[in-house]
C-alpha cells in the first residue's frame, strides 16, 4: 500500500513538475493541477495510512481527522486557484494573441522565415 | 479574553463582503473602503500600544485551546507589521480614489481582501493558518496585479500566479512534513517540539523547514526567486504597486518566525537551520537587486529592483540573528515599507506629466511642475538610498552596527551606492534631459499629491520619532528571542 502510494505520488510531481516547465499556457496549467493532486494526496497521507475511519467509537484504530480537514481546504483553495489560472490563461491568449507563457510570437526553428507564427 | 486582536482580520473582512453585495454606487462604496481602511490605523495604533506591555495576546478561535485549535497570537512584532500595513494601505487607497479604482469593477472589495490577508498572515500563531491568509492575499493580490488590464499586466500577472501557486503547493508539502513529524502545526508548539526532536524526525523537520525557507523566499523575493518581481511590479498600477511594497514583507516576516520561533537557537539539533542559506543570498540579493536597478528602463521598474534590495538588506539582518540586528531590522523594515511605496506613487504622478513617455527613461516633455514632484523626487531618494537626514540613514546605521564584521559593510555600502547611482541618473533624466514645452494636458491632482505626501512624509516622521520607535522595535527583537514566553502559551492552555 505505502509502496504504491509513494510511486503513484512520485509518477503524479514528476508529471506536474514536467508540464509545469512546458512553455505553452495549457500544459502549465495542466502541470498545476497534477501537481495539486500530489500534494494533496501527500498531505492525506501524513495522517497515516492505516486508520479507519475518523469517528471515535467506530473503530478501534481511527485515522487521524485533522489531514483530512486540511486536505479539504487545501482542495477548495486549489480549485479555485486552478480556475483562475484558466482564466487568466484564456485572457493571455485574447490579450498577447499567442499562449506562449511569456506572451512572445512562436520562436520554432521551422516557423515561416517571414516571422508569421505557426498554428 | 480581549476580543482586540481579532478585529484587524474581521474589519476588511467585512468592509470586502459588503462591497461585494452592495449595490455598485460609486460614493457608497468609496465611503465604506476609506472608512474600514481609516479605522485600521487607531486600531493598529491600539494593538501597538496593547502589545507594548510585554505579554503575549493568544486569542483562541472557536475557544479550542491551543495546540489543538488554530489561535492568533499578538505581539510586538505583529503589532509594529499591522501599523506598517495601516499606513501604507490609507495611503494607497486614498490616492486609489482619485480615478484610478474607476479602471475595473470591484477594486475595493479586493483590496479590503488584500488587507485581510496580509492582516491575518501577521496576527496567525499556526502554520496552516498562514497558509490559509497567505492564499488569501495572493487571490486578492493576482486580481489587483490585472487591475486596469492591458497587456503588460496580464503577461506579468501570468508568471507571478503561476510561480505563486507552485510556491503554494510547495507550502503544503512542507506542511504535511510538518504534521506528519511533529504532530502539531501550532508556531509556538512546534517550536517546542522542534527543540526536542531525534532521530528519525531531525531529517524531516529539517527538510520541512528548508522548504518553508524557500516558499516564503518566493514571496520576500530572495536572489534565486525575485525574477518575478520586478515585471509584475512595474506593470502594477501605482495604488496596487504601492500596496505591494508590504508584500515582500509578509514573506521576510515568515522567515523572521521561522529563524526565531521554530528553526532559531533555540531548536536543539536543529538550531539555526536557515542561517547558512540566508547570509550569501541575502547578500547576493542585495548586490543583484542594485545591478537591476542600475539596467532599469523606467522609472518603475527601478523603484520595483528598490524593493528587492531592501528584501536583501533585511533578510540580511535577520540572518544575522542577534536581537540587536532585528531591532534594526524592523526599524528598515518601516521605512523601506512606507518610503518605496511613495516612490511607486511618485512615480505614476512623474509618469501622468511625460504622456505616452510614461515611466521610461529617455528624453521626454517638460514637467508641469518640475519643482515640486522633482523635490519630493530628491527627498524620496535620500531617503531609500540611505543618505542622512532622513530615515533611511538611521536604519542602515543601525544595521550595520549590528554586522557581526565589518568586512561585510563592503556589500550593503556597495549596494546602496549603485543604488544612489541609478536614482541620480534616473532624477537627471526624468527632470533635466526634457523638451522645451510641457503637455498641457497633465494636471497635478491634490488629492494624489497628499496621498505620496504623507508617505514620503514618514521618512521624516521616523527620524524624529526614532527614540520611542527604537525602543519599542528593540523591544520586540528581545521579545522574538525570548522563547520560552512563546512556548508558554501551550503549557498553560493544558487542563
Redesign the interface.
Known sequence: MEALFAVTLGVLSASGVYL?LRGR?FP?VLG?TL??Y???L??F??GRLSGDVAVIGQSANPADP??QA?VL??IV??F??TA??VI??L??LA??GNDH???RPDEQPHSPADGGRAL | MSHWPILPILLPLFAGALLLILPSHERLKRGLSLLATLALLPLSLYLLQLADDGQLRVYALGDWQPPFGIVLLLDRLSAWLLLATAVLAVAALLYALRGDDRLGPRFHALFQFQLLGINGAFLTGDLFNLFVFFEILLIASYALLLHGQGAERVRAGLHYVVLNLTGSALFLIALGMVYGASGTLNMADLSARVAQASGDQVPLLAAAGLLLLLVFALKAALLPLYFWLPRAYAAASAPVAALFAIMTKVGIYAILRLATLMFGAGAGELADLTQAWLWPLALATVALGAVGALAARSLQMLLAYLVVVSAGTLLAAVAIGTPQAHAAALYYLLHSTWVVGGLFLLADLIARQRGDKAGALVQGPALENPGLLGGLFFLGAIAVVGLPPLSGFLGKLLLLQALPSPALWGVLLLGGFAVLVALSRAGSTLFWRIGLSSLDSAELDPGRLCACLLLLACALLLVLLAAPLLDYAQAAAAQLHDLPLYRSIIVEAAP
Open positions: 509545469l499556457t502549465v498545476l501537481l495539486s500530489a500534494v494533496n501527500f498531505l497521507a501524513m485533522l489531514p486540511l481546504t487545501a483553495i486549489g479555485a486557484m483562475f489560472v487568466l490563461a485572457r493571455g490579450e498577447l507563457v511569456d506572451g
